[in-house]
């Protein structure tokens, strides 16, 4: 008896098409010398199994399957488990696939030459490949590598991709290489180590900072307005309170000084509640360009009135003049009394004439706010409230 080179199983259509599993077949037959169709046919009958010899049996029904020949059942079964499939939708389906984001280059390409299988492009096969992998490839550096070659075939362009994928993944992981970090220093020829200015809590003498040290310090290049003098701020400065300072030192402190109270009292304006108000207006010596302020129109009793934004005040202002012109006596609001305080940004009283119930028209929205009537010549303020 003949051994036989190869083993056969049974056909599962869970794990492999049948063209895989008559593929596999066809090999052994020719491992072995098995040129007769009729035993080939037995083989075939004799190892697909049970399932696959019932499913046999009622295809070739009322006949029996020794009855046919290899060839037939084996069209026959392709006929059943993968009928040819439209044309147009395999073309669809080949021409919509991108490569996807974890994806290896070699696995898309694999895919895509899956999808042309049954798309029918003959010679043009290798041209439709290379365009796909081309436009599909997503990626812009590889992509643009591509198509600055010329004359590119899809060969050249799958060798030129698979390069560009592997050195970049090259290039991550020398990124990815862990760093030698250093646990101390040298200052004044003793170590530190690392994190004792965090335990000490010594503050830094630039900015009376305690989260870093001096040479770490942003204000290291700041110019004092105490002193005068570089690396340092005046918060920090040791001659801010001694006796001996110069006049001019005194003056730019206690301008700073005053600087940092106008900020700190930021536009505050109160009634009996203690509610604070906060105005835009305010004046400045510097020459910082004033930038176009935000206005909206709405129509305020059946008038258009034009409002500059302030998100930051809680009342809306109009100046008394503004509040004269924009109706006659007869149709004017009336002006009631109020014991609300406004004040300017930079600390200064402003005058109140009353509080004016108004009704605002906007984007089909109606609703009655209050509207503040003051001295001056200022904008019309939209607040919050």
């Known amino acids: 008896m003949t051994t036989m080179i190869g083993t056969l199983s049974a056909f599962d259509v869970k794990e492999q098409t049948w063209e895989e599993y008559c593929e596999i077949l066809e090999q052994f037959f020719e491992a072995n010398g098995i040129d007769d169709g009729e035993k080939q046919r037995a083989i075939l009958i004799s190892v697909v199994g049970p399932a696959t010899y019932k499913l046999i049996?009622?295809?070739?029904?009322?006949?029996?399957?020794?009855?046919?020949?290899?060839?037939?059942?084996?069209?026959?079964?392709?006929?059943?488990?993968n009928p040819k499939p439209s044309e147009i939708v395999q073309r669809y389906k080949f021409d919509s696939r991108s490569r996807q984001p974890a994806e290896t280059v070699s696995a898309y390409v694999a895919e895509l030459r899956r999808l042309a299988?049954?798309?029918?492009?003959?010679?043009?096969?290798?041209?439709?490949?290379?365009?796909?992998?081309?436009?599909?490839?997503?990626?812009?550096?590889?992509?643009?590598?591509?198509?600055?070659?010329?004359?590119?075939?899809?060969?050249?362009?799958?060798?030129?991709?698979v390069a560009a994928e592997a050195a970049n993944k090259n290039?991550?992981?020398?990124?990815?290489?862990?760093?030698v970090a250093c646990n101390s220093?040298?200052?004044?020829?003793?170590?530190?180590?690392?994190?004792?200015w965090k335990k000490r809590d010594k503050e830094c003498y630039r900015c009376h900072g305690k989260q870093h040290s001096a040479a770490e310090c942003?204000?290291?290049?700041?110019?004092?307005?105490?002193?005068?003098?570089?690396?340092?701020?005046?918060?920090?400065c040791r001659n801010r309170n001694k006796e001996?300072?110069?006049?001019?030192?005194?003056?730019?402190?206690?301008?700073?000084?005053?600087?940092?109270?106008?900020r700190r009292t930021y536009a505050k304006a109160f009634i009996s509640e203690e509610e604070a108000f906060t105005l835009n207006c305010m004046e400045t010596e510097t020459s910082i360009q004033r930038i176009k302020p935000f206005e909206v129109t709405m129509e305020v009793n059946k008038k258009a009135v034009p409002f500059e934004i302030d998100t930051g005040c809680s009342v809306s202002i109009m100046n008394e003049m503004k509040f004269n012109e924009m109706w006659n006596e007869k149709q004017r609001p009336q002006i009631r009394q109020t014991k609300l305080l406004l004040k300017s940004y930079t600390g200064e009283k402003i005058k109140v004439v009353g509080v004016a119930k108004v009704e605002i028209n906007y984007e089909q929205q109606v609703k009655t706010l209050p509207l503040v009537v003051v001295k001056g010549t200022g904008p019309s303020l939209l607040g919050r409230g």
Do not use: W
């Open 218 to 236: 942003k204000f290291k290049d700041a110019k004092c307005h105490c002193c005068g003098k570089v690396g340092h701020i005046a918060k920090a």
């Open 244 to 262: 001996g300072a110069r006049p001019s030192e005194k003056r730019a402190y206690r301008a700073e000084k005053t600087y940092r109270a106008e």
């Open 171 to 179: 290039v991550q992981d020398l990124h990815k290489a862990p760093l």
């Open 185 to 196: 220093m040298r200052t004044e020829g003793t170590l530190k180590k690392e994190g004792e």
């Open 57 to 81: 049996r009622n295809l070739v029904s009322p006949d029996k399957p020794r009855s046919k020949t290899y060839g037939q059942l084996k069209t026959l079964m392709k006929e059943h488990f």
């Open 117 to 161: 299988h049954d798309c029918n492009y003959g010679v043009t096969m290798e041209q439709m490949l290379r365009d796909r992998l081309v436009c599909g490839i997503n990626d812009d550096r590889i992509q643009r590598r591509l198509l600055s070659e010329t004359d590119l075939t899809f060969e050249r362009a799958f060798k030129i991709a």
